[in-house]
Every structure is written in structure tokens, then in C-alpha cells.
T-cell receptor, first 114, second 111 residues
């Protein structure tokens, strides 16, 4: 496995379900990110982890809960989501945690909330 | 607050044509400017990264330029091919790990 891997690729959940998105990077990077991509809107930065410490929480609702157990893995736990949370969730990693480095993305997890 | 704009939102060209995609940003205090490609339903693929101290970067048929003073970057694609059809996104990198994205240019190269 190389690069950034996200699972599942597609997820359909009800508003009362609890699910998790998983991201794994095989690049030896120090920083990992969650982005949200909605139709007709720019990518929105949600969370940043640098060296396993959360360094950015971009005013994201508490129904999204990130977890970074080690430098290679990042989770996004989902609970009582709303239909407007339906989007493509993208994970990314970079070597340079200051933000000056190149960003590498996974294929994304397409989330549909019914 | 950094804002990134990409014009045009969509572009259709015949195969073989050279083309330019534009990206503008409001805050010139950037660390870098990155161009990505996104195919439908897929993640983003990094194309070129220009550090703030650089003026341009080249990779194959792609050339990206950066003019911090005017808040602009361009992505030049030479001899376009149908396989170049995708959405092209630019993003301005600043402090505290923030990469601010534009809404992208949807490119269609007609065979």
C-alpha cells in the first residue's frame, strides 16, 4: 500500500447512526488533515493533527469527532449527523506540519446522510 | 482572511490547444501555492507546488507561475489532451497548516 488510503469509499447512514471514517497514510508524514468537500463550495478544512496533537479545529460541530491514535492513522467519528453533512470527506497528509509542505490526498469517503 | 478565486469556472477546448487557468488570492503572505487535479468522484492529485520564494514550477506539459505581489497564479497546459479533462483546483498555503482552496475550474478537452 502506498499514499493515503481512506475507508469506506461510500457510506450511507441515518441521522441517528454512529459510524467512523478511517484514513491511513503510508508516506511517513507528520501531519494529517480532514477536509469536507460539498457541491459548488471550496474544500473546507475541518481538523489538523501535527505529530498526533490536534492543532486546528475549524469551528466544526461536535457531531464530528476526530481521533489520531498515531502518526499514520486518522479517524473521523460521526454521530447524529444532519442531511447537510452529506459530502465527500477527504483525508490528507504532509511531511511539513507548519503548512509549507506539499499535501497528499486520499480518494475520499462519500457520505450520504438520510 | 484569505480568499481564493478561480476563473473561469468551466472551460471547454479542442484537443491540442494550449490553455491557461487562473487563480487569484487576496492575502499575499502565503507560504506556497499548490495546484491539484480532481477527477469525478475521486480525491485530489497534487500537480505542482510553488514555494513563496519561487516564480514558477514545471512538470511535463504543465507550468505554474506565481506572482505574489499581484496575488495571482496561472497554470499553463500545453498541447491539451482529452485525458486532461478534470477539475483543477488551486490552494494558497499559509500559517498554521491552513490551505485555502478555490472552487476549481472544470476543464473539458474535446477530441
Amino acid at each position: 500500500e502506498t499514499g493515503v488510503t481512506q475507508t469506506p469509499r461510500h457510506l450511507v447512514m441515518g441521522m441517528t447512526n454512529k459510524k467512523s471514517l478511517k484514513c491511513e497514510q503510508h508516506l511517513g508524514h507528520n501531519a494529517m488533515y480532514w477536509y469536507k468537500q460539498s457541491a459548488k463550495k471550496p474544500l473546507e478544512l475541518m481538523f489538523v493533527y501535527s505529530l498526533e496533537e490536534r492543532v486546528e479545529n475549524n469551528s466544526v460541530p461536535s457531531r464530528f469527532s476526530p481521533e489520531c491514535p498515531n502518526s499514520s492513522h486518522l479517524f473521523l467519528h460521526l454521530h447524529t449527523l444532519q442531511p447537510e453533512d452529506s459530502a465527500l470527506y477527504l483525508c490528507a497528509s504532509s511531511q511539513d506540519p507548519t503548512g509549507a509542505g506539499e499535501l497528499f490526498f486520499g480518494e475520499g469517503s462519500r457520505l450520504t446522510v438520510l | 482572511k484569505q480568499e481564493v478565486t478561480q476563473i473561469p469556472a468551466a472551460l471547454s477546448v479542442p484537443e491540442g490547444e494550449n490553455l491557461v487557468l487562473n487563480c487569484s488570492f487576496t492575502d499575499s503572505a502565503i507560504y506556497n501555492l499548490q495546484w491539484f487535479r480532481q477527477d469525478p468522484g475521486k480525491g485530489l492529485t497534487s500537480l505542482l507546488l510553488i514555494q513563496s520564494s519561487q516564480r514558477e514550477q514545471t512538470s511535463g506539459r504543465l507550468n505554474a507561475s506565481l506572482d505574489k505581489s499581484s496575488g495571482r497564479s496561472t497554470l499553463y497546459i500545453a498541447a491539451s489532451q482529452p485525458g486532461d479533462s478534470a477539475t483543477y483546483l488551486c490552494a494558497a498555503g499559509g500559517a498554521t497548516n491552513k490551505l485555502i482552496f478555490g472552487t476549481g475550474t472544470l476543464l473539458a478537452v474535446q477530441p
